[in-house]
């Protein structure tokens, strides 16, 4: 994968419990200045898992067919449009917030192209119930904070609550996909930044 110094990320979030609504547990919001002085330590002092490609399952929900298709489709996207996709599963937030995974992730496995910060990141812990999709300041204009809501609200919440994470992984990307390549003026790297 491409990687990029630094990544500073956007959010949507939602528990999946199944008592409240899915509209009453959507945040979307995200810190003003993110983009600058972002770190790639880990949440506290748990380490970060292995950065294995496009797909990384380390909750082992997603079927072999299914990562072998998110793969193909993540490394479509990049092809067509330069924007690093990475789906990743946890076991377990290990008591800290998915928000601070994500950060870490995005920051630590440096997702998205240098000069760009076009990363975005699917995570889901299925035992924590909850889905973050993190946005990289390169991004923040195109998959805004109320559109990523919205794919977490619909598709991503009902199938997760059913436990179909192979189809919720899949029409995750396929939605966060759409949104990324409707962005037709796409910016390029420097040229020293290229790779």
């Known amino acids: ?10 959010l949507a979030l939602v528990a999946w419990p199944a008592a ?7 945040s979307a919001t995200f810190s003003a200045g993110a983009c600058k002085g972002a770190t790639s330590a880990a949440p506290g002092d748990a380490t970060l898992p292995r950065l294995t490609g496009r797909v990384v399952d380390e909750a082992h929900i997603l079927s072999a067919p299914a990562r072998a298709s998110l793969t193909r489709r993540l490394a479509r996207l990049e092809a067509a449009t330069s924007d690093q996709l990475v789906v990743v599963t946890l076991p377990d937030l290990r008591g800290r917030t998915i928000e601070a995974w994500g ?5 630590g496995w ?3 192209r240098r000069g760009l910060d076009n990363g975005v ?7 924590d119930r ?16 109320a559109r990523s809501a919205a794919i977490v609200r619909d598709p991503l919440l009902p199938l997760l609550k059913a436990s179909r994470y192979d189809a919720a992984a899949e029409a995750g990307v396929a939605r966060i996909a759409a949104v990324l390549a409707r962005d037709t003026r796409r910016p390029q790297p420097p040229r020293e930044a290229r790779r």
């Open 1 to 10: 994968m491409r990687r990029t110094a630094a990544l500073a990320l956007s």
């Open 20 to 26: 409240a609504p899915a509209s009453d547990r959507v």
């Open 103 to 107: 950060r870490a992730l995005g920051n």
């Open 110 to 112: 440096r997702i998205g």
């Open 121 to 127: 990141l699917l995570v889901v812990a299925p035992n």
């Open 130 to 145: 909850k889905v973050r999709i993190e946005v990289g300041c390169g991004l923040e204009g195109l998959l805004t904070p």
